[in-house]
DNA sequence: TGATTCAAACATACCTGACTGTTTTTTAGG
DNA sequence: CCTAAAAAACAGTCAGGTATGTTTGAATCA
């Protein structure tokens, strides 16, 4: 067993005891990440409580111990996924070196590998999933604006001198999400990074020049 | 036994006798019309065989005695969307007017038309549903290729004085593919349809500047 | 013409399997 | 001991498939 390093989920005061019974944290953790890996592997709609219990290793009813039901496992499992999505691009973000001179290059690269990852699939499937089902859309929206806007407060960070741009900033921000999430969506299809490098190239070469001629 | 019985599926030419039971193609398109409805309504993953035969308004034994199973029905279901995007796409790029100045605006007016249309709704449940469903898969992706060979091959029709811009009409292709396909797709979360509008405008003038500058 | 025939179109009932949620029972920790 | 975690057994619902029954309507021949 891990040592209590783990306080994880909602812990967000300090807990000096670390009850031996809050080790159930970490079996929480267990089950939400075998969720995600049934939304990735197998898809939101073929996802099932049995399949859940199942990867996570307990049965279904120790699960049911800890998420009394399906719906409330599902919540916890958006926030769960919007923690770790937003954990994970702020520490690829923050490891770009201050000194990166193609820095528009480096947060292309560093969202490219976000969009590609396991967790952006996950995202996907429950997005979809949120369209036609208003109960899970009502859990997901609000954890979409929260990550769009980390997303645009990193950018504006990450970019400072684009500050005067204005409306120019706005505009580039939009095509790069659009693009490359466009890109990420087809790209779970039929993979063809030759064609995704073309493209992320010359979005970076556009980017440049949208900053340049705004910058006279 | 019937004359003019053997060819029922594939009609194609044409068929001076369409006696009465032919008519029973009205029932197949009525009950593919509804699964499509499906789709759209309910999401892929919660159409189910019963929702269809009531949204069609008969009885799901009739509708089993034209698809024997479900799987025929989702195997007709693509096929018969993969038609109607295509007729759809086709009519309406036919319907620009040849002497059209601004034919690059038209093309991407013609294409955001399809993109925010049902049938794209549609489609979209199942390219992602396919992820996840090979079966669904082995069905669809024929259709997808299909598709973006014959929306290539129209741009390429529509624009032929880019002929000879070799890599570059490739390239904004794929710009213009994934960039609105991008927009398609967020756009159905929340519409924001003056965001769209300025970044097809955008995309319109990158087009055009893409095409000059490879026409020195 | 009109009665008979026959297959297709349509409908009803039931069976099986899977999923969710509840309840009950066992195991382990303080 | 006593409480929480984990497991197992049980019940209700709903989906898809099968089997069978009913209607319709066109073709055939007296």
Known sequence: MPSVKENATTEAEEQPLGWQAQKSAATRNLILDAAITCFIDLGYAMTTT????????????????????KSALIQAAVEYLHR??????????????ADETDRIRAG?????????????????????????????????????DSFDQAWYETAKALFPEWEKT????????????????????????EKDEQRAERLLTFLAKQLESMLEESNI
Do not use: C
């Open 50 to 69: 049995a399949k859940i219990s199942n990867k996570a290793g307990l049965s279904r009813g120790a699960m049911l111990h800890h998420f009394p039901s």
């Open 84 to 97: 770790r999505r937003l954990d994970a691009f702020r520490d690829a973000v923050s490891r770009i070196p």
């Open 108 to 144: 292309i690269n560093v969202y490219w590998q976000h969009l590609t990852s396991p967790l952006f699939v996950a995202f996907h499937e429950l997005a979809v999933a949120a369209r036609t089902d208003s109960e899970l859309g009502d859990i997901l929206y609000p954890a979409v």
């Open 166 to 189: 204005g409306d120019v900033f706005d505009l580039a921000m939009d095509l790069t999400q659009n693009l490359m999430e466009g890109m990420a969506i087809n790209h779970m299809q």
